[in-house]
């Protein structure tokens, strides 16, 4: 009885495995973790979807899995060291893996011929990372790169990647996931992106098939949108344009839409893009309340149609809604009336406790100042303190700390819901401009945006 049971369990052991679409069998020896992650990767590398927790004091173990899938790439992930280690993984696949001793790198073994090349690029992904050293002391130090001039420094690295993925790349098929994830690399390396090269961004972005379920399953597709993007003038109609090439390209009916549409949208917010809630204004109505991708849930429309109805309070070119709020002497202070002082002012909004705030706002006076001293611009500051229930002391010691006097008019929203509401400033710190009408120049801005729109309207 007992051997017949023993039997029973074999075959049912035996069943599981010839029906796994996938199987990795695991041996470890003398690891320094415990415990390695499998995972797979989504959109990039810092999504992923998590697979499985393997114990890697047992020796070995095998993994499989009933349900087919598309092939990716996937990882292994020891937390102890902080190590990844990338492989490529097909449906049908049936892989044998070897650890050893704590370099994992360097003491990893793949039994099939792609991620033994897929290893030996990560060995010399490894082995270049000295440009990635020397490139963030550059930068510690305060030196500037654009695009052509980052390329540039790293250009040795570069050619020795490139060669590498090209040649293994001859040895695969193009449906291949490693495929795919070296000649997204190779095009991301080769692409320099310029804001004036229109021929070259509309050629980057025809190479990459968004209807290919596997892109997603690549740590790439962020860094292709963030890389077309980069060939975008910082304008809203611009940026929108691309947006609209994006979507059309991307298949509703894959999983990858939601992380597409969620990477828009925190693209469309950014306050270097001129006119940026006007583009997330279109962007919300044309894709995301229509919602022909069904990446929405009944709370989440809810809540962009509130979004909308904020934004349209406040119109470009309109005459901006008035405050008249008490300062730190507990006197009323008219915004408008303020604004008649100056050329232009900037209503600020800012949490003396907020950390972005502690880094913006002075960076933002600076920007102004040097308006003045060069351009002999007058900008006055409405600084509107955004935190309900503050102390005043707090708020008076953040003011002094900054040294935020020069032109400023420093007054409490306190728990002034309606106009909370009329600027959607449910965030700090948000910047606007105005101009010595009270009409308004510029929602939500930064010290860049809000630098080039003075400058656009002052000098003619």
């Known amino acids: 009885m007992r051997k017949s049971y023993q039997l029973l369990l074999i075959l049912l052991a035996f069943s599981k495995l010839a029906n796994a679409q996938y199987q990795i069998k695991i041996k470890a020896v003398n690891t320094l973790d415990t415990v390695v992650y499998f995972r797979g990767t989504v959109f990039d590398e810092k999504n992923f979807i998590p697979k499985d927790t393997i114990n890697l004091s047992k020796g070995s173990f095998t993994l499989s899995a009933k349900k087919p899938i598309l092939g990716g790439i996937y990882f292994f992930y020891f937390p102890k060291s902080k190590t990844k280690i ?25 039994n099939n011929s792609k991620n033994k090349v897929f290893i030996e690029y990560q060995q010399l992904e490894k082995k270049l990372s000295n440009y990635d050293t020397l490139f963030a002391k550059e930068l510690a130090q305060g030196k500037k790169f654009n695009l052509a001039q980052k390329a540039a420094f790293f250009k040795l690295k570069t050619n020795q990647l490139v060669y590498f993925r090209t040649n293994a790349m001859e040895q695969m098929k193009k449906t291949d996931a490693l495929y795919l994830h070296f000649n997204a690399l190779n095009l991301l390396d080769e692409s320099v992106p310029s804001r004036k090269n229109f021929a070259a961004r509309d050629e980057f972005i025809r190479q990459f098939d ?10 790439n597709l962020r860094a292709v949108l963030t890389e077309y993007f980069s060939y975008y ?10 947006v609209d090439t994006v979507m059309k390209a991307v298949d509703c009916k894959m999983f990858m839409a939601k992380y597409v549409v969620d990477y828009l949208t925190k693209l469309l917010k950014n306050r270097e893009i001129v006119n940026n809630t006007e583009a997330y204004k279109k962007f919300m109505q044309s894709y995301l309340l229509n919602d022909k991708c069904k990446v929405l849930d009944a709370k989440q429309k809810t809540t962009y149609k509130e979004e909308i109805a904020n934004i349209s309070i406040l119109s470009l070119k309109d005459t901006c809604v008035n405050m008249i709020l008490k300062d730190t002497s507990n006197k009323p202070q008219n915004l408008q009336e303020f604004a008649k002082q100056f050329s232009f002012t900037v209503i600020i909004f800012y949490d003396p406790t907020c950390e972005h705030c502690k880094v913006e706002l002075p960076i933002m006076d600076s920007t102004l100042n040097l308006l003045y001293a060069k351009y002999n611009i007058k900008i006055g500051r409405y600084a509107v303190c955004n935190e309900p229930n503050l102390p005043a002391s707090i708020w008076k010691e953040f003011i002094n700390t900054y040294k935020l006097s020069n032109n400023y008019m420093h007054v409490n929203l306190g728990a002034n819901v309606e106009i909370r509401k ?10 606007y401009l105005i101009d010595n009408k009270g009409i308004l120049m510029g929602k939500k801005l930064s010290s860049l945006t809000l630098r080039n729109i003075v400058l656009a309207n002052y000098i003619k």
């Open 86 to 110: 990338f492989f490529a993984l097909e449906n049908k696949d049936s892989l044998k893996v070897e650890i050893s001793g704590a370099n994992y790198l360097d003491f990893i073994s793949f």
């Open 422 to 431: 009329s600027y959607d400033a449910f965030t700090n710190p948000i910047f």
């Open 210 to 219: 968004f209807k290919s379920p596997k892109l997603l399953f690549t740590p």
């Open 233 to 242: 003038p910082l304008q809203a109609d611009s940026i929108s344009k691309g």
